[in-house]
């Protein structure tokens, strides 16, 4: 089993689960041990951890704000400085304006003042080197990458762990 996405971690309300786990869409694999939801006749255990009936492959990575920057490491293209998602912007390689599409293969994060330096010319014309081509990544791959953010690391619920690292690399 793994999380259908890492970043944000693939997470449900306790209600959605509980109607799940009611409906027998998932399985509770762990329950929070100390709070319940009780109906008239019967208490249960609010499920901390589930996991699909049904095997779900992923095939594509969503093109989304949040996946382009994880996929660049939430780093400008341009000038390689690390940034929180709201000091970045999409950059078009190739403008719209000449109908450069919108897509993982033209978009790349960049920081403000690069993206303004680069203003409606195409990299080459601006002076400006990309540390990386725009590709499409795998889900996967930004499983990988979301795994390794240490905000990741923080924000885990000790119930969780058990079941989400057993794929994962082993850290120092």
């Not at 704000?65 to 999409?90: E, H, I, P, S, V």
Request: some cysteine; overall charge positive; proline content about 5%.
């Amino acid at each position: 089993m793994q999380p259908l996405s890492w970043m944000p971690l693939s997470t449900w309300s306790w209600q959605e689960a509980m109607t799940a786990v009611l409906q027998e869409r998932v399985i509770q694999l762990k329950g929070y041990e100390d709070v319940a939801v009780h109906s008239a006749k019967h208490a249960f255990n609010v499920p901390a951890v589930v996991c699909l009936r049904q095997y779900h492959k992923r095939r594509n990575a969503a093109f989304t704000r949040y996946n382009l920057f994880l996929r660049d490491g939430f780093c400008c293209q341009y000038c390689g400085t690390k940034r929180a998602a709201k000091d970045l912007t999409f950059d078009h390689v190739m403008p719209r304006s000449r109908k450069g599409p919108a897509n993982f293969e033209n978009i790349v994060a960049a920081c403000q003042s690069c993206n303004l330096r680069k203003g409606n010319r195409t990299p080459k014309e601006a002076g400006m080197k990309l540390l990386r081509a725009p590709r499409v990544p795998s889900p996967h791959e930004l499983d990988k990458i979301g795994r390794k953010l240490a905000r990741v690391q923080k924000e885990l619920h000790q119930t969780w762990l058990d079941f989400l690292y057993w794929g994962a690399d082993l850290d120092e």
